[in-house]
């Protein structure tokens, strides 16, 4: 009689804790983090100033978590064509969740993968990097004029690092 009591115990416990689990899943408001504007900013600028330390002028776009442009700054002698390209970079990689220089390098070596260059907004060309908060993506950096968008990425990853104790 022991055993069936607990064993009664048990189940009631399990059939708790997955109606709890159901609830959780079901739950009509999400928390979720963002970027704010004063961060973008700052990001915008020192991936920038990270480009024309190298010589390069370019062009730098932050998005927030839904690929929404927050901030975009061009330097003074950038092209017209890298504005549309570092917030394209931006969007795909805040989109994905990925560098944009992976995704590239995996669309060569995969021809499904090759499609993404005809989904609407995506750029598959090295420059967009995700901005994390842990493992959870709250944003992305894209840039573009440097020669080369490895050059581009090196230009992002320049600027996050510069901001990582913001970014926790």
């Known amino acids: ?13 399990v059939a708790v804790a997955a109606a709890a689990a159901v609830q ?3 739950t009509p408001v999400r928390t979720e983090r963002n970027i704010s504007l004063d961060l973008a900013n700052q990001i915008a600028a020192a991936t920038v100033a990270a480009c ?3 010589g390069h002028n370019v062009a730098a776009a932050v998005v927030d978590r839904a690929g929404q442009l927050r901030a975009l700054q061009r330097a003074d002698n950038a092209g017209p064509h890298t ?21 590239l ?15 609407p907004g995506f750029l598959l060309l090295g420059g967009g990097v995700p901005i994390r908060v842990g493992n ?24 996050l690092d510069k901001v990582k104790d913001l970014l926790k």
Do not use: F
């Open 1 to 13: 009689m022991k055993n069936t009591l607990l064993s009664r115990l048990a189940l009631a416990a």
């Open 52 to 54: 024309l330390a190298n």
């Open 24 to 26: 959780a899943q079901s």
């Open 105 to 119: 390098e995996n669309a060569q070596k995969n021809p499904a993968a090759a499609n993404l260059v005809y989904m």
């Open 83 to 103: 504005l549309s390209s570092a917030q394209a970079k931006a969007y795909t990689s805040a989109s994905a969740k990925a560098s944009t220089l992976v995704m």
């Open 136 to 159: 959870e993506v709250i944003g992305a950096v894209g840039v573009g004029g440097a020669p080369g968008g490895h050059l581009d990425e090196q230009c992002a990853v320049a600027a």
